[in-house]
């Protein structure tokens, strides 16, 4: 195939679940990506875990690929935030009959299971390939790849990630900053189990999260973002084994007991970056190509869905309606749903790291005045908890677990 209504430039998490979306609902896609599978997919290409919200994991099992995901994932029934470990916390408990808020997976199953499912649907997937020129214009995208083919498209997605080249291209301007913060991510096994609850634990120079594995038959295990200042970095990653496991027992106050076989450990540069606009002609933004904000809240993958999921939704009601994907009116719809959402969640994240930021004993105990009058108002509560499980605000239909 030659020709699709979608062109889709990226083939991570967000730009495989959008194709496989379009596919279930009727729409052909072409995904281009540069990366290797066989390196990719490897055991110890990337060792980060994403918090996926309850209203991401209806899409996935709507396209198809929460059976890859079975018996993968631990489910999060409580998240409990707190000021360092000094007294005061907020605890988010969803009812009993309310599910999860979320399931912690790591991101080479997500991998695994997003490409069984492209597997088996009728996704033209080209790795291991790259385009070397792309024109848009009134009439469609046409697109010139590394193998020498050329391929035609209604509507480009861009799905390549914060620097995106065809962002850059289309002249689209980006809010950008970088924080003095790296994350350094790992994971550990520890004596006491995580209990399904996942921990985030703020410290001036950053926070320091406890995200919450699916137990293994050695025990328990949990994966961690913990963030630093950009100049302590190479000294955490230099340090032994013994000596990471010491000084993250000591950031916990041991709540989890004895720390043991930290998996390789690996470092993300913070940064925050948010386009003005999604759309251009013919072209549509998604993912980090249009958003990318702090892990402070877990939200920066879950806002790639909310994009792929809205998407989907305007694209094939258009189809409905006799209009091609890349048509103008469609993607001024997109644009619309999407910039407000983006916005908000960027900028509350955004204040969150500068707040708990503050240094101080003042700045500590406000903050943990402000925790425990949260952990007192339930209605402010479940607004919180809605957020996370990514059901705040106009929800596509996928993400109510729904056909389009």
């Known amino acids: 195939m030659d020709h699709a209504d979608v062109l889709i430039l990226g083939g991570g998490l967000v730009g495989a679940t959008l194709a496989l979306a379009l596919d279930r609902h009727g729409l052909t896609t072409i995904v281009v990506d540069p990366a290797d599978p066989a390196v990719t997919l490897a055991a110890g290409f990337d060792g980060r875990a994403s918090a996926i919200a309850s209203a991401s994991h209806r899409m996935l099992e709507a396209i198809g690929v929460a059976d890859g995901l079975a018996g993968h994932g631990c489910e999060i029934r409580h998240i409990r935030v707190s000021d360092g470990l000094a007294p005061g916390k907020l605890d988010f408990i969803p009812d009993p009959d309310d599910g999860a808020l979320g399931t912690m997976y790591e991101n080479r199953r997500l991998r695994l299971a997003l490409g069984e499912a492209l597997g088996r649907s009728s996704v033209d997937l080209r790795m291991k390939t790259r385009a070397v020129s792309v024109e848009r214009g009134p009439r469609g995208v046409t697109a010139t790849l590394s193998s020498g083919e050329t391929v035609t498209a ?11 080249p065809i962002r850059a291209a289309a002249g689209i301007d980006v809010a950008h900053w970088h924080y003095d913060h790296t994350a350094i991510i790992s994971a550990f096994r520890h004596e006491r189990s995580h209990e399904d609850t996942a921990y985030e634990i703020f410290y001036p120079a950053g926070p320091f999260a406890l995200l919450p594995l699916v137990d293994d038959e050695i025990g328990h295990r949990s994966a961690i973002v913990w963030t630093v ?14 000596a990471f496991l010491a000084e993250a027992q000591k950031r916990m106050g041991g709540f989890l007991g004895e720390l043991s076989a930290a998996a390789a450990r690996s470092s993300y540069p913070l940064g925050f970056h948010h386009a003005a606009r999604i759309t251009g002609e013919r072209l549509a933004l998604v993912g980090d190509a249009a958003h990318g904000i702090h892990p ?6 879950n806002l790639g869905f909310r994009d792929v999921a809205a998407l989907a939704e305007v ?59 949260v952990d007192r108002i339930p209605p402010l509560k479940a607004r919180f908890m809605a957020e996370a499980r990514g059901e705040s605000g106009a929800l596509p239909k996928l993400l109510q677990g729904l056909n389009i």
Do not use: H
Not at 229 to 242: I, T
Not at 296 to 301: F, K
């Open 154 to 164: 209604s509507l480009l997605v861009a799905a390549e990630g914060r620097n995106s």
């Open 229 to 242: 200042k950009r100049a302590d970095a190479p000294a955490m990653l230099k340090l032994g084994e013994r």
């Open 315 to 373: 694209l094939v009601e258009g189809r409905r309606l006799g209009l091609e994907a890349g048509d103008a009116q469609l993607l001024d719809r997109y644009q619309r749903w999407r910039s407000l959402d983006t916005l908000m969640v960027a900028g509350a994240t955004d204040a969150l790291n500068r707040l708990f930021g503050i240094p101080g004993r003042a700045a500590s105990a406000i903050r943990r005045f402000g925790i425990s009058a």
């Open 296 to 301: 402070i809240a877990g939200q920066g993958l």
